[in-house]
């Protein structure tokens, strides 16, 4: 069984930077199409960034892409998510998934492990 478990959350001035790492226990990180979700009060889940296992793929939804960067370190087996030039609107709870899939999948439906979620505030 997949065990994926979020660190790094917390609190920051916009502006600042924060770095979530997932850990991937009971199979290597490797094997998956690995993605950063986030969930905001009273919206629905997002894609924030996923990484292929083929290839190392790598996809950033529209409004992170130049302040986010997602990388995968085999040895640690985590995956992790950079976050620079933080915005209020970046306010949310970020959750690691994985996937068997071949390629980049963007919604959560496509992603079978979670965990449990670590939450990200960014001050105004």
């Known amino acids: 069984q997949v065990q994926l478990v979020e660190s790094g959350g917390g609190l920051v001035q916009a502006g600042g930077s924060l770095r979530l790492s997932c850990a991937v226990s009971?199979?290597?990180?490797?094997?998956?199409?690995m993605g950063w979700f986030r969930q905001a009060p009273e919206k629905e889940r997002e894609l924030v960034s996923a990484?292929?296992?083929?290839?190392?793929?790598?996809n950033y939804a529209d409004s992170v892409k130049g302040r986010f960067t997602i990388s995968r370190d085999n040895a640690k087996n985590t995956v992790n998510l950079q976050m620079n030039s933080l915005k209020p609107e970046d306010t949310a709870v970020y959750y690691c998934?994985?996937?068997?899939?071949?390629?980049?999948?963007?919604?959560?439906?496509?992603?079978?492990?979670w965990g449990q979620g670590t939450q990200v505030t960014v001050s105004s």
């Open positions: 998934a994985a996937s068997s899939a071949v390629g980049i999948r963007t919604t959560p439906d496509d992603y079978p492990y």
């Open positions: 009971g199979r290597s990180v490797s094997s998956y199409t």
């Open positions: 990484i292929s296992w083929v290839g190392s793929r790598t």
